[in-house]
Every structure is written in C-alpha cells, then in structure tokens.
C-alpha cells in the first residue's frame, strides 16, 4: 500500500488542491477527504477504473475536505 496525495493545499495555497489522499487495494480505493476538486482529479487521473468499492474517511466537514462528496456519490451509483 502506497498512501498518495492530489492535494494538500486547502483554502490557504489553492494551487496545490483542496485535501485529498489515497491508496488502491483489491479493486478498492480508499479516500482520506474529498475537497471541492477531487472528484475531477479522479476522473482526470482515471483513478476509478475498474474500482469495485469506495472507501471514504472524512476528517472534518470543511468544504475543501467533503466538496466533491456529492459528484463522487452520484458518480458511484450511476456506474454500478
């Protein structure tokens, strides 16, 4: 397992992404937040191919930690 991040900027260095972790395992990925551009990073990386679960672990309901939430759940359900 290989924690990787695509952001880590939060509201106070915007260039870098809202807070954002991962690490695939067994056709599972698992996400540590979800800030406000997450969701088109994963579809730009094509992080979610062949993913067979998400895995979600929030740290707090800031936005740039749960932004993308909602486009990821939809996402999810209308892929499945």
């Known amino acids: 397992m290989e924690l990787k991040f ?4 939060a509201s106070l ?7 954002f972790a991962y690490f ?8 540590i937040d979800c800030g406000e551009n997450i969701f088109e990073r994963l ?4 992080l979610l191919k062949h993913i067979e ?6 740290t707090h309901t800031h936005s740039d ?4 939430l909602g486009s990821l759940i939809t996402y ?3 892929t499945s």
Do not use: D
Not at 6 to 9: A, D, E, T
Not at 13 to 18: D, F, H, R, T, V
Not at 24 to 31: A, H, K, R, T
């Open 6 to 9: 695509l952001g880590r900027g």
């Open 24 to 31: 695939i395992e067994n056709n599972q990925i698992f996400l």
């Open 65 to 68: 930690h749960i932004g993308s």
């Open 53 to 58: 679960a998400i895995n979600i672990m929030i």
């Open 13 to 19: 260095n915007p260039k870098e992404g809202n807070n």
């Open 43 to 46: 579809i730009q990386k094509s």
């Open 76 to 78: 999810s359900f209308s």
